[in-house]
């Protein structure tokens, strides 16, 4: 099978539900591969890293996304992740990610982990009672999606009555982070994105009026302080906070709890060890990533591991399969807490490292020892149901039993 051929079984149904045996087709012919007309694509550990901070690369500029989608401008869903830091090229996104990071201290995410671990607790209590008697429960719709929900719109100042809207607005909106979209689902993403930015533009004018102490008022103020954070940058900060910060930790949750209720003997020793949370969250992240490709375009040729990419090019950064490189990680296929070194590229790695590592890693550090710890019965009930999607793995359903608290 060519590279191209590879390319396509990932992109396919299948590759989209299981993403790793079509990684190993792609990286069987090098770590950094053309696989199409101006597209190369990257499996290796090292060379992904390489190019994420390599100066030279970058995310999508407006000239080429208007070639792509000339209305982009008129898509909510295009338009907000366009505008984010997360799709942004020095200057401006050195501005805002300054701007963001300074709303968004270390400090303020310490002090955040009495919140986690108190709503912790209470989602496990609720999911105990729902289980009682053995009767199945949804882990996704129990725990993996109202913790980091509830997390974010504590750290916002969303109030806790609005935070059911949110589910589905973030899920359709993230229907543009994958690699390819059909004027359908472009259409789903974008009613999603439309809401979402209505909410906002009320919650920025509530907090304009009566600031609050939480991260909305913070980013509000550093948008008066001086229009250094325009308007529209404002609101598509305010939803790719969200966006980013709920999805994804809800697929580590998933696909986390997933892996650890397959390796019980791992399981037991976390248990009774919650001290080793840090070590297993990582290889967690690396063995099954919440988030498995990113994108970039050559703004200058780039010659890497003898393979020229011309100006222009497009970047596929395959980071779950990365996290597969066995010249980096041996065994990768192996679950192995007790790996030297981890450093999975799930967060990214250069100028657009996740903003919210400390975050998530500190929910998913506080949640699995509790969750393993309160709930010893804790076991599979059925077949789990993923998610069709490639960018952001995750289960749509995954059933368990708690059995007897
Ligand atoms: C960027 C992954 C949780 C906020 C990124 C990137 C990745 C990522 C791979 C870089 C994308 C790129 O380079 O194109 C994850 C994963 C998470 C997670 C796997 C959970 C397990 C969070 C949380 C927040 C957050 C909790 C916020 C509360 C952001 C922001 C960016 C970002 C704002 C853009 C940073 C920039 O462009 O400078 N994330 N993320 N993420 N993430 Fe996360």
Not at 204 to 225: E, I, K, N, S
Not at 245 to 259: D, H, I, K, M, S
Request: proline fraction near 9%.
């Amino acid at each position: 099978m060519d590279a191209a051929e590879a390319l396509a079984s990932l992109m396919s149904p299948e590759g989209r539900v299981d993403p790793y045996p079509a990684y190993e087709r792609l990286r069987a012919h090098g770590p950094i591969v053309p696989a199409g007309p101006g597209l190369y694509a990257v499996t290796g550990h090292a060379e992904a890293d390489e190019l994420l901070r390599d100066a030279r690369v970058r995310v999508l500029d407006d000239h080429l996304r208007d070639g792509l989608l000339p209305t982009w401008r008129e898509s909510p869903a295009v338009s907000s992740i366009a505008r984010s830091m997360l799709r942004t090229n020095p200057p401006d996104h050195s501005r805002m990610r300054r701007l963001a990071a300074g709303a968004f201290t270390p400090k303020r995410i310490g002090a955040m982990r009495d919140v986690v671990t108190a709503q912790t607790d209470e989602l496990i209590d609720a999911m105990a009672a729902t289980g009682r008697g053995d009767a199945p429960v949804d882990f996704m719709a129990e725990f993996a999606y109202p913790l980091p929900v509830g997390v974010i719109c504590e750290l916002l100042g969303v109030p806790a009555t609005d935070r059911p809207l949110f589910r589905r607005w973030t899920a359709d909106l993230t229907g543009v982070l994958e690699p390819e979209i059909t004027p359908a689902e472009l259409a789903v993403a974008d009613a999603g994105a439309a809401e979402l930015r209505d909410y906002f533009t009320d919650l920025v004018a509530a907090r304009r009026r009566r600031p609050a102490d939480d991260l909305t008022t913070a980013l509000v103020q550093a948008h008066d302080a001086g229009d250094r954070l325009s308007g529209e940058e404002l609101l598509a900060n305010l939803v790719i906070l969200l966006v980013a910060g709920f999805e994804t930790t809800t697929n580590l949750l998933g696909n986390g709890l997933a892996v650890l209720l397959a390796h019980s003997r791992a399981a037991d020793v976390l248990r009774h060890h919650p001290q080793h949370a840090p070590a297993y969250v990582d290889e967690l992240l690396r063995f099954d990533s919440p988030v498995q490709l990113t994108t970039r375009t050559t703004g200058e040729a780039v010659r890497l591991d003898g393979v020229e990419v011309p100006a222009g090019s497009w970047i596929l950064l395959l980071l779950g399969a990365a996290n597969r490189d066995p010249r980096r990680y041996p065994r990768p296929e192996r679950f192995d807490p007790w790996r030297a070194q981890l450093n999975p590229l799930s967060f990214g790695a250069g100028p657009h490292y996740c903003l919210g590592a400390g975050l998530a890693r500190l929910e998913a550090q506080v949640a699995f020892p509790a969750l393993l710890r309160r709930l010893p019965g804790l076991a599979p009930a059925g077949p789990p149901r993923r998610r069709i999607r490639l960018t952001l793995r995750g289960y749509d359903h995954l059933p368990v039993t708690v059995g007897e608290p």
